[in-house]
């Protein structure tokens, strides 16, 4: 199977920096989009920024000019840098995937994977 594993979460000040990593191992096929999704206390999950395999990308209003999203394919691997971080950004935040993946003779997906989440917390 394919799994993804997320790096960079963390405390900050407000107006601060992070960085925020993700990469997918396992036996890869193919990637098609990913993306950064966050999920704050008593809200549903919403789509942070997404990237497509030939980097198109997608951002929420909330963020845009502020956070960037890039991807390196042939590593398998999703950034998200965020700048300029404010209270409200505060959230768990998701790697996402879309992900074929080779299962003996077949190729099988693709599936929408998820990483386990990684905390951000922004502080006054």
């Known amino acids: 199977q394919v799994q993804l594993v997320e790096s960079g979460g963390g405390l900050v000040q407000a107006g601060g920096s992070l960085r925020l990593s993700c990469a997918a191992s396992?036996?890869?096929?193919?990637?098609?989009?990913m993306g950064w999704y966050r999920q704050a206390p008593g809200k549903q999950r919403e789509l942070v920024a997404g990237?497509?395999?030939?980097?198109?990308?997608n951002y929420a209003d909330s963020v845009k000019g502020r956070f960037t999203i890039s991807r390196d394919s042939a590593k398998n691997t999703v950034s998200l840098q965020m700048n300029s971080l404010k209270f409200e950004d505060t959230a768990v935040y998701y790697c996402n995937a879309d992900v074929a993946y080779y299962s003996g003779l077949y190729i099988r997906g693709p599936n929408a994977l998820w990483g386990q989440g990684t905390q951000v917390t922004v502080s006054s």
């Open positions: 990237i497509s395999r030939g980097g198109s990308t």
């Open positions: 396992g036996s890869i096929y193919r990637i098609n989009d």
